[in-house]
């Protein structure tokens, strides 16, 4: 049986205990995806198509991309290599901005050279030093004010027509998040939508950009590598608490994405315990 805590790791946030989440990597590539915190993207070099709703920007270096609450988004990284700075800010984080985030969202959710503010880029690397230091949410509170303060001086908002929370694009990412370790069929998660699977389809193909079945092979990866990275399961276990019928199948759907064996990758990867 799979086990409950396993998840799509960056589509719930709700019980993480910090305020904010700051990294800076190189490469990244996520499915799409949502949740109910605001995301900062910084791309510092090299090219990374992001996906905000349904706009679409390659970013390069010093380009950002706001993405409201309860929005999807994706990364596709283009250049390998490419380096990104990533803050999620939790909603008392946003201060007096908290309401222009809720009820409205941006006609272009990305800025580049001349909209893009010095104080931008300099305020993203003073999270990721604070957080290096010591969570502070006082200063996490200004830099993020700060960021927002620059970026929506330069970025037109129009109001929400609807509640997001009744778009299927959003319930059927919220419900793939939340039971991609069962067995799941194009049939049977129409059926929990109570829509038809044509339906389902076209939402996949003109929506999330992808098929019902790699959408569900990216979920259940990414959660796969985190169990390899970070726990002393057997590959087994991990491919089964992680939606797969077999060991086999496990392997070779890894394989053929990521062009390595979950054994390898564990031995290249894993945390120290």
């Known amino acids: 049986m799979p086990t409950p805590n396993v998840r799509a790791y960056y589509e719930y946030r709700d019980d993480r205990p910090a305020e904010l989440q ?8 996520f499915p799409p995806h949502l949740h109910s915190d605001l995301e900062l993207f910084l791309v510092q070099s090299g090219c990374i198509r992001v996906m905000v ?15 409201f609450p309860n929005t999807i988004h994706s990364y596709t990284c283009l250049t ?9 800010c939790r909603p008392s984080l946003l201060g007096n901005f908290l309401p222009q985030l809720t009820h409205s969202r941006p006609v272009c959710p990305f800025l580049s ?9 300099y305020a993203m690397h003073g999270l990721f030093l604070q957080e290096q230091e010591g969570p502070d949410n006082n200063i996490y509170r200004a ?6 303060a620059r970026a929506l001086s330069r970025i037109r908002l129009e109001p929400v027509s609807e509640p997001i929370s ?4 959003v319930r059927l990412v919220q419900y793939l998040a939340q039971n991609f370790q069962q067995p799941l069929s194009l049939d049977s998660l129409a059926k929990a939508l109570n829509v038809s699977k044509y339906h389902l ?28 990275r970070t726990t002393n399961q057997s590959i087994l276990e ?18 053929q994405y990521f062009g390595i064996s979950p054994r390898d990758f564990r031995s290249q990867n894993k945390a120290g315990l």
């Open 22 to 29: 700051i990294d800076e990597g190189e490469s990244l590539t």
């Open 53 to 67: 709703g349904d706009a679409f920007s390659e970013l390069t270096a010093n380009s950002l991309a706001v993405i």
């Open 80 to 88: 390998l290599g490419s380096r990104f700075s990533m803050a999620v």
């Open 113 to 121: 050279g001349k909209d893009l503010h010095p104080d931008i880029p």
């Open 143 to 148: 830099l993020i004010q700060l960021i927002l």
């Open 166 to 169: 009744t778009d299927l694009t």
């Open 201 to 228: 389809s076209h939402v996949f193909s003109s929506r999330l950009h992808t098929s019902f079945s790699e959408y569900l092979h990216f979920l259940r990866l990414n959660a796969a590598r985190e169990l390899l």
């Open 238 to 255: 991990i491919g089964l608490n992680c939606g797969f019928s077999s060991q086999r199948t496990f392997n070779r759907v890894f394989q």
